[in-house]
Nanobody
Framework: QLQLVESGGGWVQPGGSLRLSCVAS????????VGWVRQAPGKEREEVSY????????RYAESVKGRFTISRDNAKNTVYLQMNSLKPEDTGVYYC?????????????????????WGQGTQVTVSS
């Protein structure tokens, strides 16, 4: 399994931007699908965006489409989440998660429960 460390969270006003990073350590990061999952206060964790091991498959939650962009650099063992036009409802703890793809480069998890490695999370607060 991978060890994942998120960074880049913070406080931002509505309409602002943040860029989250997830750095992985361990073997074969190139063979893992990675996702960003968030948890708002008092709510369950929800999918934000997923990216397959080769970046050929990407999925966004409807609530972030057109505002967030996920990308990865396998040479740096890093996945990014660029968040623009942030809204107060984007507030929450953002987690990076990963699951082995076993060579299926287009594979994306169906649900957050498929992830086997999780980071500790980074807080994002959007308020005026």
């Amino acid at each position: 399994q991978l060890q994942l460390v998120e960074s880049g969270g913070g406080w931002v006003q509505p309409g602002g931007s943040l860029r989250l990073s997830c750095v992985a350590s361990g073997y074969a990061f190139f063979d893992y699908a990675v996702g960003w999952v968030r948890q708002a206060p008092g709510k369950e964790r929800e999918e934000v965006s997923y990216i397959s091991s080769s970046s050929e498959s990407i999925r966004y939650a409807e609530s972030v489409k057109g505002r967030f962009t996920i990308s990865r650099d396998n040479a740096k063992n890093t996945v990014y989440l660029q968040m623009n036009s942030l809204k107060p409802e984007d507030t929450g703890v953002y987690y990076c998660a990963a699951v082995r793809s076993n060579g299926v480069t287009w594979h994306l998890p169906i649900s957050i429960y498929e992830f086997t490695s999780w980071g500790q999370g980074t807080q994002v607060t959007v308020s005026s």
